[in-house]
């Protein structure tokens, strides 16, 4: 491998249908995660940001930033959270994120499966809507310690939007782990660049990762849906997500977007990377 030009192959069609269509068994049978990124929320066609590149042109809209933030969600969040407080930067996400996202046929397939672990690493609250009607779930979200006095990582939410004790995720059926926070029930938001920080200081030894995810992913593979890796924050997020879960992977992707930090991701990490358009790549899903 050109460490340059990282080399990786993608598999196209109809390769690539015939082995999303075994996923897709694999998935019924609970055997394999979904990972969610901000591009589900394009086929909601949703009123809220749907990239972080989205998010930080939503801060520029409402408050006058530095250039040198310009385009990064990371950045101006800080910059926010610095020169206006961190109530400021709270009620400008819970803004951006407030329209509710009406479900799209995937996250409802989805919800209507026995998976044991279901990962949203965007904000709005569509994931947590499919659920509803379901009451053998909960969530789990990664939460900012900005204020906190106690050394907490996350909050566990039953299906109502209540807050309960880490014990009753055990009898989850389903988990729904919002890595990144989430809008509902609590509006919960890893953003700035600060939360981050404390964050990436402990998570290579997992703490920020709850028990019950960290125990449900053990020997699953991954199915990533909507996701881009072009920022070594994100990649950092999904390898630790990844770790001691099955040795392969599998990636919805648009090839001519990926920069080159993406490919070798992808082969660091054993993602099969399936050149299929994500709206077909849902009708995969749905129907095989």
Not at 35 to 64: K, T
Not at 236 to 251: E, F, G, I, N, P
Not at 260 to 278: D, M, S, T
Request: aromatic letters at 8%; proline letters at 6%.
């Amino acid at each position: 491998m050109n460490a340059l030009n990282p080399s990786i192959e993608f598999v196209n069609r109809p390769a690539a249908e015939a082995m999303l269509r075994k996923v897709a068994e694999e998935l019924r049978r609970g055997n394999v995660v979904p990972y969610l990124g901000p591009g589900v929320a394009e086929l909601s066609n949703a009123s809220v940001p749907i990239s972080f590149e989205d998010l930080a042109a939503f801060f520029g809209s409402r408050l006058a930033l530095p250039g040198r933030t310009s385009g990064n969600a990371w950045a101006c969040a800080q910059h926010i959270e610095t020169t206006r407080h961190r109530t400021t930067l709270t009620a400008m996400m819970a803004d951006a994120f407030n329209t509710p996202v009406e479900p799209a046929q995937l996250r409802r397939h989805l919800a209507g499966l026995p998976l044991p672990l279901i990962v949203d690493s965007w904000y709005d609250g569509a994931m947590r809507n499919a659920l509803t009607g379901r009451s053998n779930w909960g969530e789990v979200q990664g939460i900012t310690r900005a204020g906190l006095s106690e050394h907490r990582w996350y909050r566990f939410y039953d299906a109502a939007g209540t807050e309960v004790d880490c014990s009753s995720a055990r009898g989850w059926k389903t988990i729904l782990y919002k890595p990144h926070g989430g809008v509902a029930p609590a509006k919960n938001f890893l953003v700035s660049d600060a939360d981050y920080v404390e964050v990436l200081t402990e998570i290579d030894i997992q703490t920020p990762i709850p028990e019950e995810v960290r125990d449900r992913r053990t020997g699953r593979s991954f199915l990533f849906l909507g996701c881009r890796f072009n920022d070594q924050l994100l990649r950092t997020y999904a390898r630790q997500v990844l770790k001691r879960s099955c040795d392969v992977h599998y990636a919805v992707i648009e090839p001519d977007t990926l920069s080159k930090n993406e490919r070798r991701f992808l082969l660091e990490q054993g993602v099969r990377p399936l050149a299929i358009p994500l709206a077909h790549a849902v009708e995969i899903l749905q129907t095989s």
